[in-house]
């Protein structure tokens, strides 16, 4: 065991952009990779979080698996961050809160233009889908909040560093935004 | 000394009449606002404004400065309530930033940003409103409508013409335009009315030209509100 403060990622209902652009921090990461080393995440493929200092939570909770996986990372990290305005406010894919799930589905797999073999699948292995896209803070508590879409990579090197300093992280003006 | 008030300990005159908002205007202090617009009457709905008058809450915007007001504008209890106030109108109608033409240069995000609020604490209602597209000119996204009845005023006041009213009460509140059919291509608005371009969100907008200013290079992107409203609205309240 190293005494490196502990990180894991993930992406619920998000688009992975906000992965890319904490990617973004560039050369920075092998400064942070001195202070840190990640835990679950789609950048190491570890499959389950265990004992976390900080959890990255990207997406909102579009499925009952996204309900399961943001438990876990809540059980298992100290902090737990949302990240983006998906995890915020459900963002893009809260879109579809306004159709009905059975009018969604019925466009995406039977009635929408050059559907083949249309059946709605079904695979007991697919999670379900909830009715609505929720954001994160209406599931498990989150401690702090990283808005944009993405949020730029100095929001998340900003942030960072000032939770690994024992700073109060802040984001100055120049650092939100929702868009 | 007489006709005057204090603002955060700051000394403020003022000229018979004027409320606290025009005479914090005046003297380059600036207290958030989304309802509020120097040219029209005010209306004191989206208490944004509130400030502490002599310990009482009140609307900066409705009322009256009086000689010797003792007022607390800028201090973490107001940000504090102002922030929640902006969270509530956020999550009561469908703020989706990254989707919505009108980022950068919208009020209601741009009030956000300089309160720093950095999520949305309540739960979302995700209402379903419509869209009105029907105008060859502007839109109706009713999604991103506040209330904070500046076309209405603007439309009464300014165009003499009275296109938009408030209808219904509490959650059933919506935007609604002068037309048997409901429609905003049936009313007698034009692009060129003071109505069509005063809504602080992304409720009311012009057709054709979303994208002319790309987003990073938008009114909010590096400035804040405060400067932004205070070099505009000075003048205004003037007049």
């Known amino acids: 065991m190293t005494n490196k403060i502990r990180i894991a990622t993930t992406s619920l209902g998000g688009c992975f952009g906000c992965h890319m652009s904490f990617l973004d921090i560039d050369e920075r990461i092998l400064a942070l990779a001195e202070l840190v080393e990640f835990d679950r995440s789609p950048l190491t493929d570890i499959e389950h979080c265990t004992n976390c200092d900080i959890g990255l939570i990207e997406g909102g909770v579009c499925n009952s698996e996204n309900v399961h996986v943001l438990r876990e990372f809540r059980k298992n990290c100290k902090i737990l961050v949302a990240v983006g305005a998906c995890a915020i406010n459900g963002g893009l894919p809260a879109m579809r809160n306004f159709i009905p799930l059975e009018e969604c589905l019925n466009e995406a797999y039977l009635y929408g233009i050059g559907v083949e073999n249309a059946q709605i699948p079904n695979d007991p292995e697919l999670p379900l889908l909830l009715d609505k896209v929720r954001p994160i803070h209406e599931v498990v508590k989150i401690d702090y909040f990283l808005p944009g879409c993405p949020p730029s990579a100095d929001v998340f090197w900003k942030f960072l560093t000032d939770l690994l300093a024992g700073r109060e992280p802040s984001l100055p003006y120049d650092l939100v935004h929702y868009d | ?239």
């Open chain 2, 1 to 239: 000394m007489s006709n005057s008030i204090t603002i955060d300990g700051k000394p403020i005159p003022f000229s018979e009449g004027q409320t606290i908002m025009e005479a914090a205007t005046a003297a380059g202090v600036y207290i958030p606002h989304l309802c509020h617009h120097p040219e029209y009457t005010p209306h004191g709905s989206c208490k944004l404004c509130n400030v502490k008058v002599n310990g009482r809450i009140c609307s900066a915007c409705t009322y009256p400065a009086m000689d010797g007001q003792d007022i607390l504008n800028n201090t973490q209890e107001l940000t504090d309530d102002r922030q929640k106030i902006t969270q509530m109108l956020f999550v009561e109608g469908n703020h989706f930033c990254p989707s919505c033409e009108k980022t950068g240069n919208c009020q209601l995000q741009a009030v956000a940003y300089h309160l720093n609020m950095l999520d949305d604490h309540f739960p979302l209602f995700y209402p379903t409103r419509a869209v009105d597209a029907s105008h060859e000119a502007l839109m109706i996204d009713h999604n991103r409508c506040i209330f904070c009845t500046l076309c209405v005023r603007a439309s009464q006041q300014k165009d003499h013409k009275d296109v938009f009213a408030i209808s219904g009460r509490g959650l059933n509140k919506h935007l609604i335009v002068n037309a048997q059919s409901g429609l905003l291509k049936d009313t007698d608005i034009s692009m060129n009315d003071q109505a069509a371009h005063i809504c602080p969100t992304g409720a009311i907008l012009i057709k054709h030209t979303a994208y002319q200013v790309p987003i990073g290079e938008r009114l909010y992107d590096h400035k804040q509100i405060d400067q932004v409203s205070l070099a505009s609205e000075t003048l205004k309240h003037d007049k």
